[in-house]
């Protein structure tokens, strides 16, 4: 498991953070332990670390995208 308090990063820094975690994933993809492997499946001999790392992605997008949505709705609110 792989914890991340999104409040102590801006959101360009999670960006920056999934793109990251996504770079350590190809690393593993690439690795002999996933050798045959292309993404994430139970084959792959470094599925555990495989999954955090997917789980991890998709938990700092939404909170992304969460912010620039709100960050529109504030925009659009003020300029009314």
Known sequence: MIT???RDYTTE???YLTEGLSYAANKIFDS???EEQ???TMGCKAYAICHDLE???QYIWKKIWE???LE???D???SK
């Open 67 to 69: 912010r620039e949505a």
């Open 72 to 74: 529109l709705h504030r």
């Open 76 to 78: 659009t609110q003020e």
């Open 32 to 34: 002999q332990e996933c």
């Open 55 to 57: 789980s991890t992605r």
């Open 38 to 40: 292309a993404d994430c």
């Open 13 to 15: 820094q999670l960006k």
């Open 4 to 6: 991340i308090s999104t």
